[in-house]
């Protein structure tokens, strides 16, 4: 079911559990501001889900929200993911999902990070 970005957040989501310790994950990778796992349902042989630490809903709550600290170490985190799991060269994607149009299921903020085959372009219709 899609999410509504623009209610408040919800502590008893999936990743606020996982943050907690609740639901265990595949760690990536972790620090003060991010946390990285693999994803449970991949839709390419890389999928990798990067979050915020802080309690966000979306993309759209996070920017307006964050600290500038939380900003810069989560955009880091995603980066450095990237580039140690060897997807730089390769090419890798992202993507962010905020709200019902763009079926975005969990009310945290996450990033998608998609690699290991040719993607294709990306198509709206």
Do not use: C
Request: hydrophobic share 45%; charged share 20%.
């Amino acid at each position: 079911m899609a999410v509504d970005a623009t209610q408040p957040y919800d502590d008893q989501n999936i990743f606020a559990k996982i943050l907690r310790g609740e639901i265990p994950n595949k760690t990536v990778y972790q620090d003060e501001f991010a946390l990285a796992f693999h994803d449970i349902n991949p839709q390419a042989p890389t999928h990798v889900l990067v979050i915020p630490k802080g309690a966000y809903v979306s993309w759209d709550d996070f920017s307006a929200k964050a600290n500038d600290a939380e900003i810069a170490g989560f955009v880091r985190a995603v980066g450095l993911v990237a580039r140690q799991m060897g997807l730089v060269e390769p090419g890798y994607r992202l993507l962010a999902n905020t709200g019902i149009n763009s079926h975005q299921e969990v009310p945290h903020l996450h990033v998608h990070l998609f690699a290991g085959q040719p993607l294709g372009p990306m198509l709206v219709r």
